[in-house]
């Protein structure tokens, strides 16, 4: 794989860490395009973060261009608009492109809390919104917005990658590798994204009564 060639879009990615993730990738190398609902919103987060890089690597676009020029879709939306808008563009994926789903259904009502789902986690619930060609892979669920978006920032953790098609998966945790200071682990099958999904609600606690923005996962006794 050549990071060069390397095509990334991002689906409402002018959000926080959609933004942060645009920007890491743009620094790993690859072609970025940061979508939105209109073009205009996409094109004031590019603007922002191509200062930060001193360049405009990273292009604007409406959410079915990021979609339709793209090899690796992150899904950056909020959960609450995630199926809504994966049914919006349901038709709008190309061949052999794959689906790294972000989201964390949480609310923030009466302190953090995970929003029980019937099938267990975002990633398994959004599967049935896409067609049936193109794979879902559970990734960048754990990594602070904050530190994303800071590109002097050492990142120094963990991804937790999970997905029920293997080369796809293989093919986004390869591909991740290209980020400084981001380790993709293996973490199995769709249905690890159950534990992911709540370990990042147990960190969002964790950092409020730390009072810390930063905190985040790394594995140890792995090989690197």
Known sequence: MNINELKVGL???TGEEGRGLALRWAMAGAQVTIGSRTRD?????????NQHLGQSLIRAAE??????????????????HASSTLEAHRDDFRAGSILIDITVPVTFEKGVRYVELAEGSASEHLTKFLPESI???AAFKTEPAHLL????????????VAGDV??????VIEAIRFIK?????????LRSAQTIERMTVLLIGINRRYKVKNGRFRLLG???
């Not at 978006?149 to 937790?160: F, G, I, M, R, S």
């Not at 293997?166 to 093919?171: H, L, Q, S």
């Open 11 to 13: 689906i409402g990615g």
């Open 63 to 80: 959410n079915r261009e990021a979609i339709v020029e793209s090899e690796f879709v992150l899904l950056t939306v909020p959960f609450a």
């Open 166 to 171: 293997k080369e796809a998966k293989m093919r």
């Open 222 to 224: 792995l090989d690197s």
């Open 181 to 189: 200071g981001l380790r993709p682990v293996d973490a199995g099958t």
């Open 41 to 49: 919103r996409a094109r004031e987060a590019a603007d922002e973060l």
């Open 135 to 137: 794979p879902l892979v």
């Open 149 to 160: 978006l800071d590109p002097e920032a050492a990142l120094d953790c963990d991804t937790l």
